[in-house]
């Protein structure tokens, strides 16, 4: 027998052997236990995360002996032939090689006939996306309403290309990247059961580069396999594939929160010149960072396998760093990440990161200052609180002189002549008049020239009854602290008058 690689000959038999997805694995169990089988299924996923190993397991449990049924013999003849694709109630096409309106028309024609020797006639289309839209309009009808004993299942990797009334037929069932931790140990499964000595730092390592697929995992191991024999390390997978181990990876970060610019240019420089991909350093920066963030947020929080020790010096180097800098610096990197995607020069883009990462965790920000502010003004003697001052009221502050609106009046029409009045000065003036004696004093806003000084014998003469004032009012006398107002001053000085004593 020819050789068989482990990506084929570790493939999932069973339900139990689907690793990874098991909100997909418990709902197809619960339909085929409970009869509520759909005619449609669509599985999306990334590359290598189950999908065509997912839809074969549903075509032997709805195809097997006595089925539909979950927990079936994977030994069965009908199960073996649906594994080996050799079935011919199980028909697999490739969505890429059989786009065209003439292929679907053929399918078309074919669900009419009954199965062979299962239950159902299985239509199983891989990366369906690649169907053309005239092929996807004419599966519409005999996807909707097939019938009964044929059952349709589509896989792709991108379901946003997929026509939504295609997806709206279906039940779709999203499988999500294998975390890092299964991968580890379904591959020093597969070591035990192969007899190859596979350290656990190589195992996290591999698994780590997978990025989330089982079956890159597999070809990875098959590969060191022929390189290194029977014993892998870590260092071998890191010479097979340029992965960057996480101790370099730490210890870029640790020069990244020390501030040593000189440090982490060195390192990058080595890692470019024994030929390791920055891109993939860069990544793994960037997660190490995203560790370090969310153990700020959460101290519960593992070292996404960073070992205890470099992970405990990592920690106490960031306790100086609030979280909004660590952020800023992710921020950096990830800017950086996109330009270097594109870039021919690689390694200028990821230094040029660095230091600018470097510079924002240095840099003294507004709200630093608050805080420090904040802090210093704790250490503050404060003087006991005193009572206030009464605020005196209205009614009882003293009366202020106020100024009344000068209007020039119109100019009077010429009036036959009287004889001259000579005006008599009253003996006490209030503060209106005094006033009024001030704007009379203006010559820019007075028209009239100023009445003549009356002689003193007519100051002497007494008033008449009817212009003397009420005895009950009798009007304040001018003291001399009323010419040291800083109203009447502004208002001496912005007319120009002179105060007549």
Not at 316 to 341: N, Q, S, W
Request: glycine residues 6%.
């Amino acid at each position: 027998m020819s050789y068989q690689v482990f990506a084929r000959k570790y493939r999932p038999k069973t339900f139990d052997d689907v690793l990874g997805q098991d909100h997909v694995v418990r709902t197809l169990r619960n339909a085929i236990a409970q009869k509520r089988l759909a005619h449609a299924y669509l599985f999306v996923g990334p590359r290598g995360t189950g999908k065509t190993s997912t839809a074969r397991i549903l075509a032997k449990a709805l195809n097997c002996p006595g089925g539909p049924k979950a927990d079936f013999d994977p030994d069965d003849d009908i199960c073996v032939e649906i594994a080996e694709g050799r079935s011919l109630d199980v028909l697999e096409i490739d969505g890429a090689s059989n786009n065209g309106v003439e292929q679907v028309r053929d399918l078309r024609e074919s669900v009419r006939f009954a199965p062979a020797r299962g239950q159902f006639k299985i239509y199983y289309i891989d990366e369906v996306h690649m169907l053309s839209n005239a092929a996807f309009n004419a599966l519409l009808k005999t996807l909707e309403e097939p019938p009964p004993h044929v059952k349709f299942i589509f896989a792709t990797t991108e379901a946003n290309k997929i026509l939504p009334t295609i997806l709206s037929r279906c039940q779709r069932f999203d499988l999500r990247p294998i975390p890092t931790e299964t991968i580890a140990r379904h591959l020093q499964h597969i070591a035990g059961q192969e007899g190859i000595a596979l350290d656990e730092t190589a195992a996290w390592a591999i698994a780590k580069g997978a990025d989330g697929g089982m079956r890159d995992a597999q070809s990875m191991l098959d590969q060191l396999v022929a390189f290194c024999g029977d014993h892998i390390t870590e260092a071998n997978v890191l010479d097979v594939f340029g992965f960057t181990s996480r101790e370099k990876v730490a210890t870029l970060t640790s020069a990244l929160l020390e501030r040593a610019t000189p440090a982490a240019l060195s390192l990058i420089q080595k890692e470019a010149e024994s030929g390791r991909e920055l891109s993939q350093l860069l990544g793994e920066l960037i997660g190490c960072l995203r560790a370090l963030l969310v153990a700020k947020l959460d101290p519960t929080a593992d070292g996404d396998g960073i070992p205890a020790e470099l992970w405990s010096k990592l920690i106490g180097a960031a306790d100086e760093y609030a979280p909004d800098r660590i952020l800023a610096a992710i921020d950096v990197f990830a800017e950086t990440e996109g330009r270097m995607k594109w870039a021919t020069n690689k390694r200028l883009h990821f230094e040029l990161g660095v230091i600018k990462a470097i510079q924002s965790l240095g840099e003294v920000r507004i709200a630093d200052v608050i805080k420090v502010l904040t802090r210093g003004a704790d250490f503050i003697p404060q003087a006991p609180p005193t009572a206030p001052e009464p605020v005196a009221t209205e009614a009882e502050l003293p009366p202020r002189p106020s100024i009344p609106a000068v209007v020039t009046p119109p100019i009077p029409a010429p009036e036959p002549e009287k004889p001259a009045v000579t005006p008599v000065r009253k003996p006490g003036l209030s503060a209106i008049s005094a006033l009024d004696s001030l704007i009379e004093a203006a010559p820019e806003i007075s028209e009239a020239p100023p009445a003549p000084e009356p002689p003193p014998w007519e100051e002497a003469k007494p008033k008449p009854a009817a212009e003397a004032p009420p005895a009950a009012a009798p009007q304040p006398t001018l003291d001399e602290s009323f010419y040291d107002d800083p109203l009447i001053k502004s208002a001496l000085e912005k007319f120009e008058g002179k105060v007549l004593r």
